[in-house]
T-cell receptor, first 115, second 114 residues
Framework: GAVVSQHPSRVICKSGTSVKIECRSL??????MFWYRQFPKQSLMLMAT?????????EQGVEKDKFLINHASLTLSTLTVTSAHPEDSSFYIC???????????FGSGTRLTVV | GESVGLHLPTLSVQEGDNSIINCAYS??????FIWYKQESGKGPQFIID?????DKRQGQRVTVLLNKTVKHLSLQIAATQPGDSAVYFC?????????????FGKGTSLLVTP
């Protein structure tokens, strides 16, 4: 089946630094990549939607200059958390979708801890 | 916007019993519904899905029921096993074939006791 490889699985960074999270669709072309954030014991909250070759669309309240999303190819999307702060500590999950196919394939998530 | 909620935040069942997890949605135009299982520290894992033109769909030990009249969705797990312990989310697409992101419910934590 479709697989999205997400790396790193966990990362600890110092406050003020930037962290990049990668999601690769291994056996399908992810024309759309969704990025979610999940705080402990909460549901997945959509941060942004990116279509290959286009600028990402951010949900209300999500700072586009802080959470930089790049979707330059059909198999790779990245989320960069810039100038990270402790409140950015969360579980970040990507999900790839292939065109009009309703299938949504999730990555394994990245646990970000900002100290 | 879409409102997706779950009736019970936690559910404890004994091993071997059947589990029922419920979900309500608000948008009657919703077309596609998915149940996901999420284990601690992992991404959501697809369990089963159903389109709005169906009211029941069965998989291996799981059944999803859709009641469009009352906008209610349920996941039934037969003969629940310890490995079923996880958080379960229902997810909804508000409109069909639109590229919309999945809208997730709050989640129900299922605990299977021996």
């Amino acid at each position: 089946g479709a697989v999205v490889s997400q790396h790193p699985s966990r990362v600890i960074c110092k406050s003020g630094t930037s962290v990049k999270i990668e999601c690769r669709s291994l056996d399908f072309q992810a024309t759309t990549m969704f990025w979610y954030r999940q705080f402990p014991k909460q549901s997945l909250m959509l941060m942004a939607t990116s279509n290959e070759g286009s600028k990402a669309t951010y949900e209300q309240g999500v700072e586009k200059d802080k959470f930089l999303i790049n979707h330059a190819s059909l198999t790779l999307s990245t989320l960069t958390v810039t100038s990270a702060h402790p409140e950015d500590s969360s579980f970040y999950i990507c999900s790839g979708a292939q065109g009009a196919n309703y299938g949504y394939t999730f990555g394994s998530g990245t646990r970000l801890t900002v100290v | 916007g879409e409102s997706v909620g779950l009736h019970l935040p936690t559910l404890s069942v004994q091993e071997g019993d059947n589990s029922i997890i419920n979900c309500a949605y608000s948008n009657s135009a919703s077309d596609y519904f998915i149940w996901y299982k999420q284990e601690s520290g992992k991404g959501p894992q697809f369990i089963i899905d159903i389109r709005s033109n169906m009211d029941k769909r069965q998989g291996q030990r799981v059944t999803v029921l859709l009641n469009k009249t009352v906008k209610h969705l349920s996941l039934q797990i037969a003969a629940t096993q310890p490995g079923d312990s996880a958080v379960y989310f229902c997810a909804v697409i508000p409109f069909p074939n639109s590229g919309y992101a999945l809208n997730f419910g709050k989640g129900t934590s299922l605990l299977v006791t021996p």
